[in-house]
């Protein structure tokens, strides 16, 4: 039996992957939500707090970093790396190292589930987590069950964000319309090749 520990960006991502995971003979999960450049602080309170009653219910195990770490928050965009490549990198070595210290032989996470993150980038830097936290990394295309995940949240009355989480995607979301209307004509293209079989990612 595989056990695998998932990052959980939030509750009605994870609840896809619980609803994959039930049907897997050979798999089990748990989930570990640590996402620390949530802002604002109410919203990261709300996703957080989301996912806690959520979990509760379910018979799958998980952990909780409530790390709130506003002066990364706040100076994101002067890291070294790109914005979102320090975000994925810092929320998946925490998950590989918290795998390896609580007996998992893999981990992975929520965020594949989604077609609007880097899904390339997330693969690349879980490899390299997997390295560096000697545990494997779990790879799955969930992209297909994404639209799973708001008939979950809607059945669920689970809370459902409107923005990916930093201060930089709250504005990109609430200020850009035309950019916001391209993004979205990206996913839906994206999630039709995944349909036809035509996307290798
Ligand atoms: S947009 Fe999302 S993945 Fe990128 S830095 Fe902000 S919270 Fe992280």
Redesign the pocket.
């Known amino acids: 039996m595989k056990k695998i520990l998932f990052h959980a960006c939030c509750a009605p991502c994870s609840s896809i992957i619980i609803d994959w995971v039930e049907d897997q003979p050979f798999l089990s999960g748990a989930f570990y939500f640590f996402n620390p450049?949530?802002h604002p602080y109410v919203e990261f309170e709300l996703r957080l707090k989301s996912f806690e009653s959520f979990m509760e219910k379910k018979r799958l195990g998980f952990y909780i970093d409530g790390t709130y770490d506003i002066e990364s928050v706040i100076g994101?965009n002067s890291f070294g790396l790109s914005?979102?490549e320090q975000?994925?990198k810092r929320r998946l070595e925490a998950t590989a190292d918290q795998a390896r210290k609580e007996g998992y032989s893999s981990f992975s996470t929520t965020l594949l589930v989604s077609p609007y993150?880097n899904h390339d980038l997330i693969i690349r830097l879980g490899q390299e987590a997997a390295k560096k936290y000697s545990v494997d990394f779990f790879y799955h295309d969930f992209r297909s069950l994404f639209h799973n995940g708001k008939k979950n949240a809607i059945k669920q009355k689970l809370y459902r964000q409107q923005y990916?989480?930093?201060i930089?995607?709250e504005y990109e979301r609430f200020s850009a319309e035309k950019k916001q209307k391209g993004s979205i004509k990206q996913v839906t293209r994206i999630l039709q090749k995944i349909e036809d079989g035509s996307n290798n990612a």
């Open positions: 450049y949530i994101h914005r979102c975000c994925y993150q990916c989480g930093c930089f995607s």
